[in-house]
């Protein structure tokens, strides 16, 4: 099976088309009248199918790895445009960029599309400006918390993850709605301040954003891990310094809102959040656990509500 994987790892690789470049954009978000900031890459084109509900494994599995596997663009030149703004960039060693989208205080509160482009390629993604009326957000784990990935079994967590796509994975039963529910909360609850925040490498960013979507989760910031090669990475193993500056982050950004944290504890979600609890007291409205972790031993901290629980009681 190993040498089977590696196979199939060298051939993904290959088949990436190295005449044409892509760009990548992920989700960006500001506060009405604040400034924003966007991430995104640019790699060679990959001749990725599209999945569907019907794919078998190793449809999947090529699929998956051929995600994985990316040639970047170093020192390419990347025009950002929004409205009547533009901002001008160039990828790092790693093809990453990040802008800092500063004097957004005319955009109108809500989703916009902000667009990139390198060369002849270009995409667009949303932009969230975070209404001030908006005040009760939610920051949520994916794996476990409302994808099912099984991380406690090393199997069951790579067949999931590989052998299935998007549009096969399990959402965990009601957290869709009860997410619409919690984004109702806010007078315009389209533009609700609600961030995904995934451990995954960004290269399943697309697969994760097609799940979110085909399982009527409600809009919202996907966050994933920029996974490099380098110093730049954020750390591969570390799930408390990655969540942890993720969170600071947002609430930096969005300091006028409450935020409902949703997790797991098949790893570290309630020390983490907990740690945010006890900084930041008064931006931390509640706290839900999913509890996935087999050991019946595992300490439970309170102050922090059981998912299943309210997920019942909806």
Sequence with gaps: MRFVFYLLLGFAYFSVHAAEDSIVLYPAYATHGGAGVLEGRVIAREAIRAPTAEDRKWANLRRNLGFLVNQERENAPVIVRLADRQWDTTTDKEGYFRVELRDLAGLTPGWHRIGGQVDQSSTETGLLVVPEANTLGLISDL????????????RRMLANSL?????????????????????????????????????????????????LGHNGFPPGVLITKRVTNDETSE???????????RIEEILARVPHARFTLIGDDGERDPEIYHE???????????????????????????????????????
């Design 143 to 154: 794996d476990d918390t409302i994808l099912v990935t099984e991380v406690n079994s090393a």
């Design 163 to 211: 052998l299935r796509n998007p549009l096969q994975r399990q959402a965990v039963p009601g957290t869709a709605k009860l997410y619409r529910q919690l984004a109702s909360r806010n007078a315009d609850p389209a533009a609700a301040p609600i961030f995904y925040l995934s451990a995954s490498p960004r290269q399943l960013h697309f697969s994760l954003e097609t799940f």
């Design 235 to 245: 750390p591969l193993r570390d799930q408390i310094a990655y969540k942890k500056s």
């Design 276 to 314: 945010i609890r006890a900084l930041h007291p008064d931006r931390v409205d509640a706290i839900w656990i999913r509890r996935v972790d087999p050991d019946p031993k595992r300490p439970r901290i309170s102050g922090q509500g059981d998912l299943d629980t309210l997920l019942r009681a909806d």
